[in-house]
């Protein structure tokens, strides 16, 4: 019902946000986190903080997320969360055992002014950190940035911990991936099995989030990087970074610490970015793109074809965080759409927006960082309506008022299953994409059809 007096006209706004296209930088880096192999992600502030990180996790993966926190009260607030941190390393290790702590800073711990770097070294003087355990943090200030920046900042310090370079060059390829699904990472995974690449993934969270139920609870899942191929990494022959805004920080860190020859591309979402990744692994690993892709990638341009009368001209406005809006325009674009809006509420600077505007065109609307916010994602559609939204959970008030299909993507999604296990990248998940806009619009046909126009075969 509020959403019915947002008003159309469009002011330019400096300093306010109004209802968020983003979550906070904890999140991220929390997910990040996950994807080292038993490795317990630890938020540097309260309680209540920490379990907003990980109800936002698993309601959006339908899984249980194991994370721990410092546990901060107003004496912590006013003192420093130094005593907290120690005493909660010791009694994680004590109890819970793991491998690798990552900590995440928060609001909180940030604006005391908290330094990580000399609590952590302190715990290691103490002797807190049992022998062969490590702990690795990342600064995740949360008033700015969004859980993408988090992502980013808690990759980036997994290169910064663990990326070694030996002076021994490996064969491996290091791959960096952006804040993307375990489904998605595992149709990356197939891609370069496929090609027969060796391979290093890190985060993974595959396997780890989207675990299959067997009736054992797992405090860490099976799956994960482990730490000794987070090490290799600085080993490697070459590594690609997929996703500039969740990537780049890490892959220039691997390049300047370790000396490896990196490469930052596009999410492979769609045919041109997932034949710019395969292209790019045939050149740099050489190697020869096999049937089994060559076969995938024609379904891919078969429906595309097949369908095309249903897709051409449509209208589309898409919401989320940078690097799958990258991915989902030029998809759009393949296939024949025209892309109206693009607004993500994550600070992605000017070349995210010259980017969209280059494959979208000039037209355009595009916005990134604080005030690309929901409220003026509505003002947008109320002013050029789109046959179709591509974004996340939150839209859906906004598709219900307007009448627009909604196709959910990014994060988060809470009222729909699915992606954790389906992915949108590569071939497959072009055309697992592909038909799920094809149903909407086809759905939507259906619905609308006048009796004499409603028909068997579409
Ligand atoms: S206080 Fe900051 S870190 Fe904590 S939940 Fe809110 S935005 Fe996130």
Known sequence: M??????????????????????????????????????????????????????????????????????????????????????????????????????????????????????????????????????????????????????????????????????????????????????????????????????????????????????????????????????????????????????????????????????VLELPIGISATDALVDTLRKTMGVTVPEKLLIERGQLVDVLCDKNQYLYGKKVSLIGDPDILIGLTQFCKDAGMEVLHVVSGTPAGTKFIKRIQEIAGPAVAVKAGPQGDLFYFHQLLQNHTPDLILGNTYCKYIARDMDIPLIRTGFPIYDRVGHSYFPITGYRGGLRLLVKILDAFMDRQDRDAAEEEFELVM
């Open 2 to 263: 509020l959403l019915r007096h947002t008003p159309k006209t469009l002011a330019e706004r400096s300093a306010l946000t109004i209802n968020p296209a983003k979550t906070c930088q904890p999140v991220g880096a929390m997910y990040a986190a996950l994807g080292i192999h038993r490795c317990l992600p630890h938020s540097h502030g309260s309680q209540g903080c920490c379990a907003y990180h990980r109800s936002a996790l698993t309601r959006h993966y339908t899984e249980p997320i194991m994370a721990s926190t410092s546990s901060f009260t107003e004496g912590t607030s006013v003192f420093g969360g130094q005593a907290n941190l120690l005493e909660s390393l010791n009694t994680i290790f004590t109890l819970y055992n793991p491998d690798i702590i990552a900590v995440n800073t928060t609001c909180l711990s940030e604006t005391i002014g908290d330094d990580l770097a000399q609590i952590i070294n302190k715990a290691v003087t103490d002797h807190k950190i049992p022998p062969g355990k490590t702990v690795m943090y990342a600064s995740t200030p949360s008033f700015k940035g969004s859980h993408v920046t988090g992502y980013a900042n808690m990759l980036a310090a997994m290169v910064q911990h663990f990326a070694v370079n030996t002076g021994k060059r490996n064969r491996a390829l290091t791959v960096l991936p952006s804040f993307i699904e375990p489904s998605d990472m595992t149709e990356i995974k197939h891609i370069l099995g496929a090609m027969g690449i060796a391979y290093l993934m890190y985060p993974d969270t595959s396997n780890v989030v989207n675990g299959p139920m067997d009736g054992t609870f797992r405090m860490y899942p099976q799956g994960g990087a482990t730490k000794e191929q987070l090490q290799e990494s600085g080993d490697s022959r070459y590594a690609l970074a997929l996703g500039p805004s969740g990537t780049l920080a890490a892959a220039q860190l691997l390049d300047t610490k370790c000396k490896v020859r990196t490469e």
